[in-house]
């Protein structure tokens, strides 16, 4: 059968293949060559420039004035509108017609007044088909609208793709014409790319690899590019390869469509409205094509744009949602960051997506998706469990720097013990292409080979968008059973998870956190998106402790559902993994930090009407109340305003989430405040006992009633350090281990400590440090009466390039583990560099707290928005500010407010209240004027401190029904009674989605509700008023 003689030479057979279907070489010869047939140009080609992006029918009114193709347009950020008339040459009958359309920055086709689809050459799609065969009656003239965005797939950096983008870039469109498409040069063409791609793939080890490579030669023997007629001859021996089948123990590909947008990074939250735009209606399309295509979707937030900016589509997508071809994935509102959020704020994640996705589609997520993260909260399994999802695809730990994940399937354990079945495609990429490397790394790189015969390959285009192509899906098909190859499946994630799921017998468990060993920076970078995302969050639990409390005094409070949503949605929108990690552009960080201004704005005023309403008309008044939004009673020294606006300071005490005025209490141990003969100077409050230097370190901190100092021998706490911050690629997101080698004290005293507040209810100093000649620190440290820790209220003014910041405490404390708070919970990290699982953690994140314990000692170290800690042997470190350069090449620029804590302590940090101080120091207390003698009252309180009440609020759809989340916060087994004072008639325990559990009510007693948790357990419950 073979055209002889065939030479034992595979390195020329090869190469005369890949010459056959070269777009570079041959091509007046060669097969490539004869992809398109005739051609012939536009009728007419216009153009209309917007700096804004506009919708169709406005932009279709304009003015449209002649384009030359060629000619330059601009610049980045901005939108080229082209209206494009054509007409099909009748004697183009019976062929296959496109638009070719070759041009910079990304594009969307509108005919009839619809998006049809997207065009971009780096998503390798330049042609829109007209007709796949054109007949007589079909109409020959039409008009299009192309819609061409000014900025690439991956938006506009200057010089690289992280780079600051080029404001001033300008854009072109190089080809635009009609041709004639050749459908069989294609399929042709394919047949060639997939078997060139065994040979190379399977390598000369395998006999199947010479199979391919005899196939292939053959078939250019076969195959005169001239004749048409001479390719099927061609085709059916490719046909024979593909068709050679499987034995039945091959490992299987799920192969699903999927295409990963960031809701922000490289470009502004607008320009993603309209990538989702585009590059769902071209999968749209390829559905309508390829019934067997399916494509999986996360993000209800983009859902949630494209309903509104573009419903026609919307309504396709609920079709074929309905078909089980687009499928919804993920379960949140976007795919947020996995170490940042606050326990309750992934909560909403969960909570805002599972209902958009019920509402709008009829169903809930069975897995939650999140592939391009920088690492995954060891309670994650838990809240996934709880929001109905016991499945997790992700692939970013195979990003480590330092120690290769030993798993691709396997069960991940949680903080609580909670387990979910989790995938990583053992390609290692969202963005495949259909290709036979795809489908070979798939099966090689498997770590459980025998133990899952199952795995992902997630192909289109990804990050900046675009999605799948047909050409990816004609790569899938022809090998969908070809021996030498994995069997491939076009499949959807719940069939994979239930393939194995039931063959999980040899899956490995991963207990605790996945920790990503590479951006670590992202704990730091942007620091006013960190403090906008703790300070909001914290204002979103106070309004909605405070309106649910209004709500159950049954006065005619309305609670502002429609509001809160709104800004929760804001909150949940900047979480995404590119924005709170502070990895985007600056044009991002402008729409960041406004839409926390937003929050705050709004937010204050929910909270200044909820606080009102918490009062009768008698009991409003000028006096001061004091609203404690906390689960515990509260004594604390809070700064007031008297009747002439004149400052003061007082002593409170008001119960756990209620309200009391304030009253003239005085301290125990007032706090006093001494200069030293050597001007150091001296504060005490009974409690601690603290000598600053002049530089504002701390000489001496000192335990007064267990006689115990905190700080190292010789050292200093609150010592400022500064590290040259430069690493390999990755700037805003990688700090590289070898920072640690640059460290350098920041010693220069400019204004030396003098006292503040001299003490009494309150002592405090200030003095300001010079870091260079650009950048100052001044600092009040503070210590109040009855306080067990002292705050450092600090003010940076910042303008360095590629450096670290830091403050660090040498504590007097031994242990092979520190503690850090995480989303409801704590968990430990090495303190030593043992192993390089130990050592590749050097910089690690915590939420509120962190804290160093030996049996009876410890000392903690708190903060207000502060999120990368280290704690190597004894030095205990915050992370404070990085100076960045890309992708926003001002980051961190400026003046930031930060303020931290150091707390040392007897006992464990659990008896010592940590946790609870630190909750203290990030929920401030609410003032409210009400009438003098206002007597005090708690809504709610827990008998176990163990157990932290986090979120009162209204649950979703049933008004003046509340939700209350609690978690136990210790790591213990415990019973506790949560006490209440509202008129609660029923109750029961619900899951994160608020739905009841019939078969656990809740029992009340006359003393309240008991609880049983288990260490780190969530719980919540629905309480009907
Ligand atoms: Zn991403």
């Known amino acids: 059968m073979y055209h002889q003689p065939v030479l034992k030479n595979r390195r020329t057979l090869l190469e005369r293949a890949e010459k056959f279907i070269s777009d570079i070489y041959f091509t007046d010869c060669n097969l490539r060559g004869r992809l398109y047939g005739d051609s012939c140009p536009l009728e007419s080609i216009t153009s209309f420039l917007s700096c804004k992006r506009i919708p169709f029918t406005e932009a279709a009114q304009q003015n449209f004035s002649p384009y030359k193709i060629g000619d330059t347009f601009g610049p980045t950020w901005w939108t080229c509108w082209f209206k494009v008339n054509l007409k099909i040459p009748v004697n183009w009958r019976g062929k296959e017609v496109h638009l070719l359309w070759e041009s910079d920055g990304e594009a969307m086709v509108w005919r009839d007044e619809q998006p049809v689809q997207g065009l971009t050459k780096e998503g390798e799609k330049t042609s829109y088909i007209l007709t796949d065969c054109l007949k007589d009656e079909e109409p020959h003239s039409v008009t299009l609208y192309v819609e061409l965005a000014c900025n690439g797939l991956f938006g506009a950096g200057q010089g690289s793709m992280i780079a600051a983008p080029d404001p001033n870039r300008k854009y072109s469109v190089q080809k635009a014409e009609l041709v004639v498409f050749n459908r069989d040069v294609r399929e042709l063409l394919t047949d060639f790319e997939m078997l060139i791609d065994?040979?190379?793939?399977?390598?000369?080890?395998?006999?199947?690899?010479?199979?391919?490579?005899?196939?292939?030669?053959?078939?250019?023997?076969?195959?005169?590019?001239?004749?048409?007629?001479?390719?099927?001859?061609?085709?059916?021996?490719?046909?024979?390869?593909?068709?050679?089948?499987?034995?039945?123990?091959?490992?299987?590909?799920?192969?699903?469509?999927?295409?990963h947008i960031d809701s922000a990074w490289l470009w502004p939250y607008e320009e993603t409205i309209r990538k989702c735009g585009r590059s769902w209606v071209t999968a749209i399309h390829l559905m309508e094509k390829n019934p067997e295509f399916m494509f999986t979707c996360s993000q209800a937030q983009q859902f949630q744009w494209v309903k509104t900016w573009y419903p026609g589509l919307f309504s396709q997508i609920q079709h074929y949602v309905k078909k089980g071809q687009f499928i919804p994935v993920g379960g949140t509102w976007v795919e947020m960051d996995g170490n940042l959020p606050s326990g309750e704020s992934m909560v909403r994640q969960f909570l805002e997506g599972q209902r958009f996705f019920h509402k709008e589609f009829g169903l809930h997520c069975k897995e939650f998706w999140l592939p391009d993260t920088f690492g995954y909260s060891a309670q994650l399994p838990q809240i996934m469990q709880g929001s109905g999802i016991s499945r997790f695809l992700t692939q970013k730990l195979s990003w480590n720097l330092v120690n290769v994940f030993p798993h691709n399937t396997f069960f991940w354990e949680g903080l609580d013990g909670s387990q979910v079945l989790t995938h990583f495609p053992p390609g290692n990429s969202y963005g495949m292409e259909g290709k036979v490397e795809d489908l070979v790394n798939t099966v090689k790189n498997n770590k459980d080979k025998g133990r899952a015969n199952h795995s992902a390959a997630l192909f289109?285009?990804?990050?900046?968008?675009?999605?799948?192509?047909?050409?990816?899906?004609?790569?899938?098909?022809?090998?969908?059973?070809?021996?030498?190859?994995?069997?491939?499946?076009?499949?959807?994630?719940?069939?994979?998870?239930?393939?194995?799921?039931?063959?999980?017998?040899?899956?490995?468990?991963?207990?605790g956190e996945l920790f990503l060993e590479l951006h670590n920076g992202t704990y730091t970078t942007q620091a006013q998106i960190k403090r906008g995302n703790r300070q909001c969050e914290t204002l979103l639990h106070d309004i909605e402790v405070a309106s649910s409390l209004a709500l159950s005094r049954g006065e005619a409070f309305e609670y502002p559902v429609k509001q809160l949503q709104e800004l929760w949605r804001l909150l949940l929108l900047n979480q995404f993994h590119d924005v709170i990690p502070g990895s985007c552009i600056e044009m991002v960080v402008e729409d960041a930090l406004r839409y926390y201004e937003d929050i705050r704005r709004v937010g204050g005023g929910l909270l200044d009407d909820a606080c009102r309403a918490l009062l009768s008309k008698e009991q409003k008044g000028d006096a001061h109340a004091v609203f404690n939004s906390l689960p515990w009673e509260r004594n604390e020294v809070i700064q007031l305003q008297d009747t002439a606006g004149q400052p003061g300071l007082a002593l409170v005490s008001v119960p756990s989430v209620g309200l009391a005025t304030v009253k003239n209490t005085q301290p125990v141990a007032p706090v006093s405040v001494t200069v030293q003969a050597d001007g150091t100077v001296l504060m005490a409050n009974g409690i601690l006992q603290t000598i600053v230097n002049k530089n504002g370190s701390l000489a001496s901190l000192h335990l007064v009633n267990a006689n115990r100092e905190a700080i190292s021998d010789g050292c200093h706490g609150n010592q400022f350090v500064m590290f040259?911050?430069?690493?390999?690629?990755?700037?805003?997101?990688?700090?590289?281990?070898?920072?640690?080698?640059?460290?350098?004290?920041?010693?220069?005293?400019?204004?030396?400590?003098?006292?503040?507040?001299?003490?009494?209810?309150?002592?405090?100093?200030?003095?300001?440090?010079?870091?260079?000649?650009?950048?100052?620190?001044?600092?009040?440290?503070?210590?109040?009466?009855?306080?067990?820790?002292?705050?450092?209220?600090?003010?940076?003014?910042?303008?360095?390039?590629?450096?670290?910041?830091?403050?660090?405490?040498?504590?007097?404390?031994?242990?092979?583990?520190?503690?850090?708070?995480?989303?409801?919970?704590?968990?430990?990290?090495?303190?030593?560099?043992?192993?390089?699982?130990?050592?590749?953690?050097?910089?690690?994140?915590?939420?509120?707290?962190?804290?160093?314990?030996?049996?009876?000692?410890?000392?903690?170290l708190l903060n207000d928005c502060k999120y990368g800690y280290s704690v190597h042997r004894n030095i205990m470190t915050l992370s404070l500010l990085r100076a960045a350069k890309a992708p926003d090449a001002n980051a961190d620029m400026g003046t930031h407010h930060f303020t931290y804590a150091i707390m040392p302590h007897t006992g464990s940090f659990q008896d010592a209240s940590v946790i609870q101080c630190a909750y203290n120091l990030n929920f401030p207390l609410r003032l409210i004027r009400s009438a003098p003698g206002t007597v005090p009252w708690s809504a709610l309180s827990v008998s176990d401190p163990a157990v932290i009440l986090e979120t009162v609020k209204q649950a979703e759809d049933r008004k003046g029904s509340l939700v209350v989340r609690l978690y136990e916060s210790h790591g213990s087994s415990v019973t506790t009674m949560l006490r209440f004072t509202l008129p609660v008639r029923e109750a029961w325990h619900c899951d994160l989605l608020e739905r009841p559990d019939p078969t656990q009510p809740a029992h009340i007693t006359p003393d309240g509700i008991i609880l049983n948790f288990s260490p780190f357990q969530i719980v919540s419950l629905l309480l009907h008023l």
């Not at 499949?491 to 039931?502: I, K, V």
């Not at 030593?832 to 590749?840: C, K």
């Open 198 to 259: 065994i040979v190379k793939q399977l390598g000369e080890g395998e006999q199947r690899g010479y199979q391919a490579l005899f196939t292939v030669n053959e078939m250019v023997n076969l195959c005169d590019p001239t004749k048409a007629s001479s390719y099927s001859k061609a085709r059916s021996l490719a046909h024979k390869f593909f068709s050679q089948q499987n034995g039945q123990s091959q490992h299987t590909v799920h192969a699903m469509g999927h295409c």
């Open 460 to 511: 289109g285009f990804g990050d900046g968008g675009g999605g799948p192509t047909q050409l990816m899906l004609d790569r899938l098909q022809r090998v969908q059973d070809t021996d030498g190859l994995p069997k491939v499946w076009m499949s959807a994630p719940d069939r994979l998870f239930s393939e194995l799921q039931a063959d999980s017998a040899l899956l490995c468990t991963w207990t």
């Open 724 to 860: 040259d911050d430069v690493p390999l690629y990755w700037d805003a997101w990688d700090v590289m281990d070898y920072h640690l080698q640059t460290r350098k004290p920041v010693l220069e005293v400019v204004q030396p400590v003098q006292i503040v507040s001299s003490g009494g209810l309150r002592g405090s100093v200030s003095f300001t440090l010079r870091i260079s000649d650009k950048s100052t620190i001044t600092q009040e440290i503070v210590l109040d009466a009855m306080c067990p820790y002292i705050k450092f209220n600090t003010q940076v003014e910042w303008a360095e390039s590629h450096k670290f910041l830091k403050v660090e405490f040498p504590v007097r404390v031994r242990s092979p583990n520190a503690t850090y708070e995480i989303q409801f919970g704590h968990l430990q990290r090495p303190t030593h560099r043992n192993t390089s699982w130990d050592w590749a953690r050097f910089e690690v994140w915590g939420h509120k707290w962190a804290d160093l314990s030996e049996h009876n000692f410890g000392v903690a």
